[in-house]
């Protein structure tokens, strides 16, 4: 993803604007099962764009949310090496994230931080969840507790993209979150952008009003 995405048509990020339209990244290490969950969600019903330009796949989802058609976009990218950064397009406009790592491999939990931070640099306050993949492989890990979504106040998901698991559960309940959060968004850094719209805004106007009273916006105040 290191090169210009703004000139990939697929990847023209105005359309999240829209009402109908949310985007849900999916962040965790290599081959804790990101790809395999939107697959198992999206079953038969998937057409990815593959763009392997930028390591990137694109499934599109269409969900009914209240009464409403939402069109869901799932970004998925690959073989991410465990520390390196992704590029801030692929947190743009994002309105949900899934954070996955793998039971079987303690490393990709601990990485979670990383993930974690990462992704809040960007996106301070969207929805994001904790999901712990291949449950299959043994059950037992579904007895222990994983502090990290507590610590960060995330909801938890044990599932398994192998036998389908809670991953239904999981996506609809994201969708409806990310599809929340477009409608009443908490972000501080889009409230602070709109504020200084609105500053920006009013000191046209006030600047305009005072040059239509024959003053300058600069005149010093007089008695
Ligand atoms: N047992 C088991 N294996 C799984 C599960 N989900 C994924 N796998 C296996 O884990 C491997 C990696 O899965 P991917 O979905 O390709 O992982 P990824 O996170 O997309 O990896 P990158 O694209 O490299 O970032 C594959 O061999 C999958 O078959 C699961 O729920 N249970
Ligand atoms: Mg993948």
């Not at 395999?36 to 763009?51: A, G, V, W």
Request: charged residues 30%; glycine residues 4%.
């Amino acid at each position: 993803m290191a090169n210009d995405v703004g000139s990939i048509p697929e990847l023209d990020q105005q359309k999240y604007d829209a009402e109908e339209q949310v985007k849900i990244i999916c962040l965790g290490d290599s081959a804790v099962g990101k790809s395999k969950l939107m697959e198992r969600f999206l079953m038969d019903d998937y057409c990815p764009q593959q763009l392997s330009t930028f390591a990137l796949t694109l499934y599109k989802y269409t969900a009914t949310v209240g009464n409403k058609a939402v069109v869901v976009d799932f970004w998925d990218t690959a073989g991410q090496e465990r520390f390196q950064s992704m590029h801030p397009s692929y947190y743009h406009k994002a309105h949900a994230c899934i954070l996955v790592f793998d039971v079987q491999r303690k490393i990709t939990y601990k990485n979670l931080v990383t993930w974690y931070k990462e992704l809040r640099e960007y996106r301070p306050e969207i929805p994001c969840c904790v999901v712990a993949n291949k449950i299959d492989a043994d059950m037992k890990v579904t007895q222990r507790s994983f502090n990290f979504s507590k610590k960060h106040g995330l909801p938890f998901y044990f599932v398994s993209a192998a036998d389908g698991t809670n991953v239904v559960k999981m996506f609809r309940d994201m969708i409806k979150r990310a599809v929340d959060y477009k409608q009443n968004p908490s972000d501080f850094m889009d409230e602070v952008m709109q504020e200084l719209e609105n500053f920006d805004l009013h000191k046209k106007e006030e600047n305009s009003e005072a040059e239509e009273d024959g003053l300058k916006a600069e005149s010093p105040e007089l008695d």
